[in-house]
C-alpha cells in the first residue's frame, strides 16, 4: 500500500476568524440596537434602507461593522468553497485565507469607488450614493447566512458540497430582492441611466459570479 498524503487545515484560526466575526455583529447589535432591529428585517421591510440612507451612511459606525462582519465571513465562505472542491494552492492556509480577505477587500474598495466616480460624472451623487447603500446592505444582510454556512462547513456538514449550492442559491435571492426593491425605489431616478445600470449589474455584480462559477466547474 503507497501512503496518501492527506492536508489536514487546523481548526484553531478558523474558529478565531468566525468568534472575531460574531463579536463584531455583537458590538454592532449592542451599540446601536435599533438599528439592527430594523437591518435584520431587511429583506421583508425597506425601514432600515429609508431610516438610514442619508448623507455621511458609509461612515456610520454600524455600517462599517456590518461590512467588516461581511468580509471576514466572506472570505471564510471563499476560502471553505476551494478547500471543498480542492482547489487550495499549495501554501499555507491562513496566508491564502488572508490573500482572499484582502483582495475581496480591494475589489469591493474599487467598486465603490468606481460607482461614485460614476455618480460624479453624471452629477447624481445622491441617487448613485443611495444605491450602493442600498446594495451594500443586502449583500451584508446576506453574510448572516454566509457566517450560519461556515459554521456548517467547519463543524456540522463538512466539505458539503450541498449546503455550499443552498446558501448561495439563498444569497443570490436575497440579493435580487434587494435589487428588485431598489428599481422599484429609484425606478424614475434611474431610467434615464437603464441602459448604464445594466451595464454596472452585468461588469460588477454578474461578472465575477460567473467568473467564478466558471472556475469552480472548471
Same mark, same amino acid.
Given at each position: 500500500?503507497?501512503?496518501?498524503?492527506?492536508?489536514?487545515?487546523?481548526?484553531?484560526?478558523?474558529?478565531?476568524?468566525?468568534?472575531?466575526?460574531?463579536?463584531?455583529?455583537?458590538?454592532?447589535?449592542?451599540?446601536?440596537?435599533?438599528?439592527?432591529?430594523?437591518?435584520?428585517?431587511?429583506?421583508?421591510?425597506?425601514?432600515?434602507?429609508?431610516?438610514?440612507?442619508?448623507?455621511?451612511?458609509?461612515?456610520?459606525?454600524?455600517?462599517?461593522?456590518?461590512?467588516?462582519?461581511?468580509?471576514?465571513?466572506?472570505?471564510?465562505?471563499?476560502?471553505? /468553497?476551494?478547500? &471543498?472542491?480542492? =482547489?487550495?494552492?499549495?501554501?499555507? #492556509? +491562513?496566508?491564502? *485565507? !488572508?490573500?482572499?480577505?484582502? %483582495?475581496?477587500?480591494?475589489?469591493?474598495?474599487?467598486?465603490?469607488?468606481?460607482?461614485?466616480?460614476?455618480?460624479?460624472?453624471?452629477?447624481?451623487?445622491?441617487?448613485?450614493?443611495?444605491?450602493?447603500?442600498?446594495?451594500?446592505?443586502?449583500?451584508?444582510?446576506?453574510?448572516?447566512?454566509?457566517?450560519?454556512?461556515?459554521?456548517?462547513?467547519?463543524?456540522?456538514?463538512?466539505?458539503?458540497?450541498?449546503?455550499?449550492?443552498?446558501?448561495?442559491?439563498?444569497?443570490?435571492?436575497?440579493?435580487? /430582492?434587494?435589487? &428588485?426593491?431598489? =428599481?422599484?425605489?429609484?425606478?424614475? #431616478? +434611474?431610467?434615464? *441611466? !437603464?441602459?448604464?445600470?445594466? %451595464?454596472?449589474?452585468?461588469?460588477?455584480?454578474?461578472?465575477?459570479?460567473?467568473?467564478?462559477?466558471?472556475?469552480?466547474?472548471?
Amino acid at each position: 500500500m503507497n501512503p496518501i498524503e492527506k492536508t489536514i487545515i487546523s481548526l484553531d484560526w478558523i474558529t478565531i476568524a468566525l468568534f472575531l466575526s460574531l463579536v463584531v455583529l455583537a458590538l454592532g447589535k449592542y451599540l446601536y440596537h435599533k438599528k439592527f432591529l430594523n437591518f435584520i428585517i431587511l429583506p421583508f421591510n425597506d425601514k432600515y434602507i429609508l431610516l438610514h440612507n442619508k448623507k455621511g451612511q458609509f461612515s456610520h459606525w454600524f455600517h462599517l461593522l456590518l461590512t467588516l462582519f461581511q468580509l471576514i465571513n466572506l472570505s471564510l465562505f471563499l476560502f471553505l /468553497i476551494l478547500k &471543498v472542491f480542492e =482547489l487550495l494552492p499549495q501554501v499555507d #492556509a +491562513l496566508t491564502t *485565507y !488572508f490573500i482572499l480577505l484582502g %483582495l475581496l477587500a480591494l475589489f469591493e474598495l474599487i467598486k465603490f469607488v468606481l460607482q461614485m466616480f460614476t455618480g460624479y460624472v453624471f452629477n447624481n451623487l445622491g441617487v448613485v450614493g443611495s444605491v450602493i447603500f442600498s446594495k451594500m446592505s443586502y449583500l451584508n444582510y446576506s453574510s448572516i447566512l454566509i457566517c450560519i454556512c461556515n459554521v456548517l462547513l467547519i463543524y456540522i456538514t463538512t466539505n458539503s458540497k450541498t449546503t455550499i449550492y443552498i446558501v448561495l442559491i439563498l444569497v443570490f435571492l436575497i440579493n435580487a /430582492i434587494g435589487i &428588485v426593491k431598489l =428599481l422599484k425605489n429609484y425606478q424614475k #431616478a +434611474l431610467f434615464p *441611466y !437603464f441602459m448604464y445600470f445594466i %451595464l454596472y449589474l452585468c461588469t460588477l455584480e454578474i461578472a465575477p459570479l460567473v467568473l467564478i462559477g466558471s472556475y469552480l466547474k472548471g
